[in-house]
Nanobody
Framework: QVELVESGGGLVQAGGSLRLSCAAS????????MGWFRQAPGKEIEPVAA???????TYYADSVKGRITISRYNDNTVVLQMNSAKPEDTAIYYC??????????????????WGQGIQVTVSS
């Protein structure tokens, strides 16, 4: 059974910083690409950032480039560092991992395991 545990969400003021972490675990499970997606109220889920297996390449959505950094540790942990937060960053953030895609991807169809989601609220 695969489990993704997200942490670090909460409330942050506009212009502030927030750090999200996701740890993947499971028997006979190798997380390849890992990523973060988000869904704001009334909107479709959208990609935020992704990192390849072993962290050799990354993907960032245009809306977060320059403000968000994704990093990978120990192959099973991914961290999303958000700086210069904006109210439009408010959403539920989901960690995801793929067992068949190596490269970083912004397509949610590439990911087959998802976390429960964690709320991020940016106040203006």
């Amino acid at each position: 059974q695969v489990e993704l545990v997200e942490s670090g969400g909460g409330l942050v003021q506009a212009g502030g910083s927030l750090r999200l972490s996701c740890a993947a675990s499971g028997r006979s499970f190798t997380p390849l690409a890992m990523g973060w997606f988000r869904q704001a109220p009334g909107k479709e889920i959208e990609p935020v950032a992704a990192v390849s297996w072993h962290g050799s390449n990354t993907y960032y959505a245009d809306s977060v480039k320059g403000r968000i950094t994704i990093s990978r540790y120990n192959d099973n942990t991914v961290v999303l560092q958000m700086n210069s937060a904006k109210p439009e960053d408010t959403a539920i953030y989901y960690c995801a991992t793929s067992t068949n895609t190596v490269n970083a991807s912004g397509s949610y169809r590439k990911y087959d395991h998802w976390g429960q989601g964690i709320q991020v609220t940016v106040s203006s």
